[in-house]
């Protein structure tokens, strides 16, 4: 698997890897908001970093992104050294967040103008350049509207194209679709998608787990540490080989209040309007589940195995963590 680390920091090439970090530590005052973290992403590659609120997603970015120096450790991206060379990662790098950061009382051109000024653009080439993202984004025809006029996936498009005006080879999004429809979700994503078979390579966190299937590879971070990392299939065969059952009966909270206390059931969760139950190593999960419900008069209306999802699996990931 890619996420693995057998090789020594030395031997690792910059040229294979365009962000790759070791033993990454960032603590403020007595709390370690990052906890000795190491992972590589390759050129081209959609990398997903995922973890709930305050696992140290946005702290380990920001170190990235130079705009924050660890405690300890080594990392580069783009071949900068995050310790020494903050400033110039910020000018390597492409950032875009929820926020979008955009000027809305100026035009759509007028938008990407500024962002190409920062990023050292001018005359012709920069010209051309924000022509070449207006047909990337899909906004030709909206050049000279303003951008509050925009609608909010217009937006997010043209925040992305502000990102890449100066060819980044490295691009970080900080949850970017947050608040935006599905269908602009799907278009944003096939954006990404594009990008990542021109070698572009992509950083990416996400509140939607169903967005994580586009990604590569995911890690997952929780309380500082890195706990999983891999692709959408290997994690998802590795962390619940033993199977996932859908269980739909009456009443629910009842039924789930009896499995949590079961030493046979795993793990019990509600999704949707139903439970997904996971049974430990060896156990016929099917005959558990009849004989404690018909014990204590539960209706059992429908049960069968089912594909796990990523959410699946990082519920299971994270109630393993917290039961260790």
């Known amino acids: ?11 690792l090439s910059v040229d294979s890897f365009v962000v790759e970090v070791e033993d990454l530590v960032r603590t403020f005052d007595s ?18 970093f995922l973890g709930p609120n305050g696992a140290g997603k946005s702290t380990t970015i920001r170190m990235l992104c130079g705009l ?28 875009m967040s929820q926020k979008f950061s955009l000027y809305d009382d100026l035009k759509v051109i007028e938008n990407l103008h500024f962002f190409g000024g920062i990023y050292g653009l001018s005359g012709l080439s920069q010209k051309t350049r924000e022509n070449e993202v207006l047909g990337i984004i899909g906004l030709q025809d909206f050049e000279d509207r303003i951008t509050r006029t925009l609608a909010v ?12 005006l100066h060819e980044p080879s490295v691009l970080f999004l900080d949850e970017p679709t947050s608040g935006v429809d599905p269908i602009s979700r799907r278009n944003f994503w096939s954006l990404i998608q594009q990008m990542a078979e021109k070698d572009v390579t992509t950083f990416v966190t996400t509140h939607y787990m169903d967005e994580t299937e586009y ?40 039924a789930l ?54 959410e699946d699996v990082f519920v299971s990931l994270i109630e393993r963590e917290d039961t260790q």
Request: with cysteine.
């Open 1 to 11: 698997m890619r996420g693995d680390f057998c090789c020594a920091w030395e031997k």
């Open 31 to 48: 709390f370690i908001a990052v906890d000795h973290i190491r992972f590589q992403v390759e050129k081209g590659e959609i990398f997903g």
């Open 68 to 95: 924050l120096l660890p405690t300890s450790g080594k990392g580069q991206v783009a071949g900068f050294d995050i310790m020494k060379e903050p400033e110039k990662i910020k000018q390597a790098i492409g950032y």
């Open 153 to 164: 996936g217009s937006k997010q498009r043209l925040a992305l194209g502000c990102a890449i």
């Open 215 to 254: 990604c590569d590879r995911l890690a997952l971070i929780y309380q500082g540490r890195i706990i999983a990392m891999g692709t959408p299939s290997e994690l998802k065969g590795k962390t619940l080989s033993q199977g996932i059952f859908e269980v739909e009966c009456d009443p629910l909270v009842t």
């Open 257 to 310: 209040d009896l499995l949590k206390k079961e030493p046979w059931a795993a793990e019990s969760a509600v999704f949707g309007d139903g439970l997904h139950v996971i049974g430990k190593e060896g156990v016929d999960l099917e005959r558990e589940v009849n004989a404690l419900f018909e014990k204590h008069g539960i209706l059992l209306k429908k049960m069968g195995r089912i594909r796990p999802s990523l």
